[in-house]
């Protein structure tokens, strides 16, 4: 959801795990799923409501590739890689939207707005290439219409 960071707010979502048994990795799954990463400062949280050390919580964290690191853009454009989309140009597709927005694979928009991930299959085979625009799957999509769809989002 991309909520902005806040503590308190953190405390709680991790309170909801704090007696399950395993809960850290669903506790990191909440917490990106509320802020849309897991900030560096909930380790010292996590360490606490867990009883580990926070090198613990750290080797956990940077484990899991899953796991973002640092706020992402306010809309994430995911590029479909795996084969049917591959084979539609994909790979084509992922440098037009890499050099038209000026963001790398795991980056983000100098202007905050844009994280750009690859992924590998969004079960849309059948109309290559595909990409997700934050919770939205386009297919047989071109590298123009994902500029018009990042206009329209912006706007
Ligand atoms: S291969 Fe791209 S959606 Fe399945």
């Known amino acids: 959801?991309?909520?902005?960071?806040?503590?308190?707010?953190?405390?709680?979502?991790i309170g909801q795990f704090r007696t399950v048994r395993g809960g850290l990795l669903p506790a990191l799954h909440a917490l990106q799923h509320h802020f849309g990463y897991v900030d560096d400062a909930a380790i010292p949280l996590l360490a606490d409501a867990f009883n580990q050390t926070g090198a613990d919580i750290y080797g956990v964290l940077t484990y899991y590739?899953?796991?973002?690191?640092?706020?992402?853009?306010?809309?994430?454009?995911?590029?479909?890689?795996?084969e049917a989309c591959q084979s539609m140009g994909s790979e084509q597709l992922l440098d037009d939207i890499k050099k038209r927005l000026n963001v790398d694979v795991g980056g983000k928009t100098?202007?905050?707005?844009?994280?750009?991930?690859?992924?590998?299959?969004?079960?849309?085979?059948?109309?290559?290439?595909?990409?997700?625009?934050?919770?939205?799957?386009?297919?047989?999509?071109?590298?123009?219409?994902?500029e018009s769809l990042c206009r329209k989002v912006r706007s």
């Open 110 to 146: 100098l202007d905050g707005e844009f994280s750009l991930e690859q992924v590998f299959c969004l079960g849309n085979c059948a109309l290559p290439p595909s990409i997700m625009m934050d919770e939205t799957l386009h297919g047989r999509i071109t590298i123009d219409q994902v």
């Open 1 to 13: 959801m991309n909520n902005v960071w806040n503590a308190d707010r953190a405390n709680t979502i």
């Open 65 to 82: 590739h899953d796991f973002k690191r640092a706020r992402p853009g306010r809309h994430t454009i995911k590029v479909c890689r795996a």
